[in-house]
């Protein structure tokens, strides 16, 4: 449930630490901080949250630089020589051929599929484009005489 500027304003002043009450000698004592205007609308509420809480945030300690640890270095041993291993000489395989494909199917099925295409193509040409034309013509015709 978002809260409204203002709303968010009161809390953080309600929120803000008070000051301890000085004893009239540490009044006298304390140097004179010279007076914040106060936030008003017309600076806007957004600038007056930032002040707000730019002035209450709490101290933050110094932050501790990390303790430094240096690497460990071992000195490396040399293998000895029983433990060195002796590499096989590589043994060349030939490789089998690939199978043979037969692509005849595949030819005949393309040879069908391009001859039903012609023939739905001829039949559309000879056929189906006529009998358009001649609906539009006879319509044409009825729209003029009406």
């Known amino acids: 449930m978002p809260m409204d500027e203002d709303a968010m304003f009161k809390a953080l002043l309600k929120n803000k ?3 301890k009450q000085p004893v009239a000698k540490e009044i006298k004592e304390a140097p004179v901080q ?8 017309a600076r806007g509420s957004e600038d007056a949250m930032y002040k707000a809480l730019l002035h209450n945030r709490p101290p933050t300690p110094a932050p501790k630089p990390p303790a430094r640890v ?6 490396v041993q040399p293998a000895p020589q029983a433990a060195m291993v002796q590499q096989e000489p590589v043994v ?7 199978p043979l494909v037969k692509l005849e199917p595949v030819v005949d099925s393309i040879n069908n599929l391009t001859a039903i295409v012609n023939q739905i193509h001829g039949l559309i ?4 484009v006529p009998v358009i034309i001649l609906i539009l013509l006879v319509g044409i015709g009825i729209l003029i005489k009406i």
């Open 17 to 19: 630490p008070q000051p």
């Open 70 to 75: 240096e690497p460990v270095y071992e000195p």
């Open 92 to 98: 060349m395989t030939q490789i089998s051929p690939p």
């Open 125 to 128: 040409k000879t056929i189906v």
């Open 34 to 41: 010279p007076a914040r205007p106060p936030a008003t609308a």
